[in-house]
């Protein structure tokens, strides 16, 4: 797992008080950093190696502005070119959202899915979820 804890600020927040759901899909972006580095090191666009094919996101409660949020990152699944990553937001020890983003690692020259490295999948084997996603 990786994971992270964030300070909501005042402008996530909406006319009923408490963090927009908006804002959830921003949070697991950055989130997914780490992930993003084993395929980019120094996150320079020119050399990126990933898309973003699919994303949801699941609210289980509400989120507040006071208060710090944790967001936990796994593996879900790989694949031969594209894999899981799902996640978090927790706040006050309760699970408030969830998602999932499907990334491929891609060629943006020939605009083709290229297997995942070895190297790389070892590095996701050791954040796997440990239960069923979702």
């Not at 699941?58 to 594209?82: A, D, K, M, Q």
């Not at 499907?102 to 190297?119: G, M, N, T, W, Y």
Request: one cysteine or more.
């Amino acid at each position: 797992m990786i994971s992270e804890t964030i300070k909501p600020r005042f402008l996530e927040t909406d006319a009923l008080g408490h963090i927009n759901n908006t804002v959830v899909p921003g949070w697991f972006e950055g989130a997914r950093d780490p992930v993003f580095r084993w395929f980019t090191p120094d996150l320079d666009v020119k050399r990126w190696r990933l898309i973003l094919a699919r994303f949801d996101v699941s609210f289980h409660g509400e989120l507040y502005y006071e208060y710090p949020v944790e967001l936990r990152c796994y593996i879900g699944r790989i694949g031969n070119s594209s894999f899981d990553v799902y996640q978090e937001v927790w706040q006050h020890g309760e699970k408030c959202a969830s998602g999932t983003s499907v990334l491929v690692h891609f060629d943006h020259q020939r605009k083709a899915s290229i297997p995942i490295p070895e190297d790389i999948r070892q590095l996701m084997l050791q954040h796997l979820y440990p239960g069923e996603a979702r």
